[in-house]
């Protein structure tokens, strides 16, 4: 069963960290570009990060320098390191391949506040 399951979430103040996590099945993760989204309210998702098989990451401009990518084949995993977070990296963020290939998962709630 294809199933991708984000965690790491959390209410943090500006200028704070959060490491997610994304575990996914085995027959999606494979050789597939991984990527994370988010969604703010009111907003279309938009895709933040993204990594190779070889580890190669690409950034939105609005998070390079401050989220770093990564991910581990044994464990089908890919991570989101966010530090110096700001109120606009507010936002349910998600996994998924790209192009998109899986169902969604249910996403991980990130809050930047004061």
């Known amino acids: 069963q294809v199933q991708l399951v984000e965690s790491g979430g959390g209410l943090v103040q500006p200028g704070g960290s959060l490491r997610l996590s994304c575990a996914a099945s085995?027959?999606?993760?494979?050789?597939?570009?991984m990527g994370w989204y988010r969604q703010a309210p009111g907003k279309q998702r938009e895709l933040v990060a993204h990594?190779?098989?070889?580890?190669?990451?690409t950034y939105t401009d609005s998070v390079k320098g401050r989220f770093t990518i990564a991910r581990d084949n044994r464990k089908n995993t890919v991570y989101l390191q966010m530090n110096s977070l700001k109120s606009e990296d507010t936002a349910v963020y998600y996994c998924?391949?790209?192009?998109?290939?899986?169902?969604w998962g249910q996403g991980t709630q990130v809050t930047v506040s004061s």
């Open positions: 085995g027959s999606i993760f494979g050789g597939n570009v």
């Open positions: 990594i190779t098989r070889a580890a190669s990451a």
């Open positions: 998924n391949t790209i192009p998109v290939l899986a169902p």
